[in-house]
Nanobody
Framework: QVQLVESGGGLVQAGGSLRLSCAASGSIVSINVMGWYRQAPGKQRDLVALITRSGYTNYADSVKGRFTISRDAAKNTVHLQMSSLKPEDTAVYYC?????????WGQGTQVTVSS
């Protein structure tokens, strides 16, 4: 069982920045991939960024160059630094551990970008 707690969401103006954090606890020793996903109203949940233990990262095309995912192994925490935010980035952001098929999701944190 893995527990994930997200924090750092909020309301920001277009062009602003936010930093999301995800603290993991529980059975995390075998977790390789951790990622951030987002879901806007009426849309499916999509990948934003992921990172492996070795530091490999992958980003959605829509956030490349604006978002940065990082991982603090000692603190079992994953961060998502979001810059140059756009109104279309508005969504609930979810942390995932181990892949979408595992069911290891956080409760989500709302990010709202005003124009």
């Amino acid at each position: 069982q893995v527990q994930l707690v997200e924090s750092g969401g909020g309301l920001v103006q277009a062009g602003g920045s936010l930093r999301l954090s995800c603290a993991a606890s529980g059975s995390i020793v075998s977790i390789n991939v951790m990622g951030w996903y987002r879901q806007a109203p009426g849309k499916q949940r999509d990948l934003v960024a992921l990172i492996t233990r070795s530091g490999y990262t992958n980003y959605a095309d829509s956030v490349k160059g604006r978002f940065t995912i990082s991982r603090d192994a000692a603190k079992n925490t994953v961060h998502l630094q979001m810059s140059s935010l756009k109104p279309e980035d508005t969504a609930v952001y979810y942390c995932n551990a181990g892949g979408t098929y595992t069911g290891n999701w956080g409760q989500g944190t709302q990010v709202t970008v005003s124009s």
